[in-house]
C-alpha cells in the first residue's frame, strides 16, 4: 500500500506550519476580552475556512468538496465512494482599549488553538452523513483594579486601599452528527444532534492593603467553576432554484431547537488564615439556556464565481432572564446591568478562481475569497447594545491540477463596541484572527486517492 503525492505535499505542509503555530500560542486561553466575564463568554465563527473567509456565510451552500457546518441538508450532496476531511487551525490577536476620567489605557494578546475537525461521507445514494468538533464558545480575562478613593467610603476611613483582581479561562466545545437526505430532486433536509460540553473557570482575589486603620486584614480568594453538558437539535433544508450546467442558485435555511444549558456552578471563597479556612463552598444550577437560532440564506455559484448571503438571528434575550452587574472603578460612577439581548446578524461574501482547469498558470487555479459579517454582541450593558462587525479575506490553494484536496488560509479583522465605548466608557476591542486549514478529499471524481494498492508492482 502507497500514499498517492499529493496527500504527502498536504502533510509535509502542515508540518512546516506546526511550528509556527507553537510560536504564536501564549497560554491556553482561547479568548481575551472583558466581554467573556459574563455567560458562557465569546461566541465563535462557526463553520470551515473556506466559509468563515467569504464572511462566515454557508447555510445555502451545497459542494461535494466542502463540509458544511451550518446545515446538515448539504450531507446528501456527497458523492458515492467518497470522503472528505477538514482541519483547522486559528491565531488571534485581541487589543482592548478603554478611556475614562482622562486615562487611556491598552492590553494586547495573542492566542492560537484548533478550530475545526469534520468529516463528511455518503451512506446511501443521496444520503450522507456529517461530523463535526468545533469550539462553541471561549472565556479570557485578566483584569485588576483598585477600589475607588472616596473620603466618605466606609471602606476608605477604616481600612485603606483595597486592590482587585479578575481572571478566567475556558471553552464550551459542540460536537455534531448528522444526516441530510435528499428526497426529491434538488431539494434536500437534514437533521443534527448537538451535544455541547467543557468546563469555565473564574476567580477573583481581594487584597486589602490598611493605610488608615489598625491590625491585618484579610485576603480572599473566590473561584467559580462552571461544567456544561447539554444536547440540542438542528433541522435544515436546501433547495436548488436553479441548476444548470452554467450556474446553480441553492436556497437554504436551519432552525436550532435550543435547550437548557443549565450549567453546574461550584462557588468557594477561601481566606488566606493560617489554615485557608473556606468560608464559602455551594454548588447550583445557573438558569442559562441556549438560543433558538434561524439562519436562512442563498448560494449562488458558476464556474468561476461563488457568491453567498446569509441572515442570523439567535433568541438568547427571550431565553434568559439572568441578569449580573459590573464591577465600579470610580465615585459616583453606577454599575452597568448585563443581560442576554437576541441578536441579528447578515454575512455576505464572494469567491472567485480565474480559471480551475488553466495548466500553465498555478495562480489562476487558486480561490480568492472576501466577505464582510455585521450584528450585535448577545449582551446589553446598562441597555446599551454593542455592535460588531468583520471583514474577511483568504486563499485556496489546490495540491495539484483539478484536485479537490487543498490548503487554505484565511484572515479577519473585526471591531466590537465602537458604537457606544466612548459614551458610556466601555472597552474598545478590536482583533486579527489568521488561520490555516486542511482539507483531504479521497474519490474518483477528481482521481484522488490517499491510499490505493498499485495492480502492477
Known amino acids: 500500500m502507497r500514499v498517492k503525492k499529493p496527500l504527502i505535499d498536504l502533510f509535509v505542509a502542515a508540518a512546516m506550519l506546526f511550528p509556527v503555530a507553537a510560536l504564536a500560542q501564549t497560554s491556553s486561553i482561547n479568548a481575551f476580552s472583558p466581554y467573556t466575564m459574563y455567560g458562557i463568554g465569546e461566541l465563535n465563527t462557526p463553520g470551515t475556512l473556506p466559509m468563515r473567509s467569504m ?7 451545497r459542494s461535494s468538496g466542502a463540509v458544511n457546518l451550518l446545515n446538515p441538508a448539504a450531507y446528501s450532496v456527497a458523492p458515492q465512494k467518497t470522503f472528505l476531511f477538514s482541519f483547522g487551525l486559528e491565531g488571534q490577536n485581541y487589543y482592548n482599549a478603554q478611556h475614562l476620567d482622562g486615562v487611556s489605557k491598552s492590553t494586547a494578546y495573542n492566542t492560537f488553538n484548533f478550530h475545526d475537525i469534520a468529516f463528511q461521507m455518503p451512506l446511501a445514494r443521496k444520503l450522507g452523513l456529517g461530523f463535526s468538533l468545533t469550539p462553541y464558545s471561549s ?3 485578566r483584569i485588576r483594579g483598585e477600589h475607588a478613593f472616596d473620603a466618605s467610603d466606609p471602606v476608605w476611613g477604616n481600612v485603606g486601599r483595597v486592590g482587585y483582581s479578575y481572571a478566567g479561562e475556558g471553552d464550551i466545545t459542540e460536537v455534531k452528527l448528522g444526516v441530510g437526505w435528499e428526497p426529491f430532486k434538488n431539494f434536500s433536509v437534514g437533521v443534527a444532534l448537538q451535544y455541547y ?3 469555565i473557570d473564574r476567580s477573583f482575589a481581594m487584597a486589602p492593603t490598611s493605610t488608615v486603620g489598625d491590625g491585618t486584614f484579610l485576603t480572599l ?12 437539535g438542528q433541522v435544515g433544508i436546501q ?35 493560617s489554615f485557608s479556612s473556606q468560608i464559602k463552598g455551594d454548588t447550583a444550577h445557573l438558569d442559562l439556556c441556549l438560543p433558538r437560532q434561524l439562519q436562512a440564506g442563498f448560494f449562488y455559484q458558476t464556474s468561476r464565481w461563488t457568491v453567498g448571503i446569509d441572515y442570523v438571528y439567535q433568541g438568547w434575550g427571550s431565553r434568559n432572564a ?4 459590573t464591577g465600579v472603578t470610580a465615585v459616583g460612577v453606577e454599575p452597568f446591568e448585563v ?35 455585521y450584528g450585535d454582541y448577545n449582551q446589553t450593558f446598562g441597555g446599551q447594545r454593542l455592535s460588531q462587525f468583520a471583514v474577511t ?9 483539478w484536485a479537490v484536496s487543498g490548503i487554505d488560509v484565511g484572515f479577519e479583522y473585526g471591531r466590537r463596541g465602537y458604537n457606544v465605548s466612548e459614551r458610556i466608557g466601555l472597552v474598545r476591542q478590536q482583533y486579527f484572527k489568521f488561520a490555516v486549514g486542511f482539507s483531504l478529499f479521497a474519490g474518483n471524481e477528481n482521481l484522488e486517492y490517499w491510499f490505493m494498492r498499485p495492480k502492477y508492482d
Not at 464572511?55 to 451552500?61: L, Q, W
Not at 479575506?393 to 491540477?401: D, E, I, M, R, Y
Request: aromatic content about 10%; glycine content about 12%; charged content about 20%.
Open 55 to 61: 464572511g462566515g456565510i454557508g447555510v445555502a451552500m
Open 139 to 141: 472565556t479570557g480575562y
Open 197 to 199: 460540553w467543557g468546563d
Open 221 to 232: 480568594t473566590g473561584t467559580d467553576n462552571y461544567s456544561v453538558s447539554s444536547v440540542k
Open 239 to 273: 433547495w436548488n432554484l436553479v441548476k444548470t450546467q452554467r450556474r446553480i442558485l441553492t436556497f437554504g435555511a436551519a432552525y436550532d431547537f435550543g435547550g437548557d444549558l443549565r450549567p453546574t456552578v461550584t462557588k468557594t471563597i477561601t481566606g488566606n488564615d
Open 322 to 325: 439572568l441578569t449580573e452587574f
Open 339 to 373: 443581560a442576554y439581548t437576541d441578536t441579528h446578524t447578515i454575512k455576505a461574501g464572494v469567491e472567485i478562481v480565474p480559471n480551475r482547469s488553466d495548466v500553465r498558470h498555478f495562480l489562476k487555479r487558486m480561490a480568492y475569497r472576501a466577505g464582510v459579517r
Open 393 to 401: 479575506c483568504g486563499v485556496g490553494v489546490p495540491v495539484k491540477l
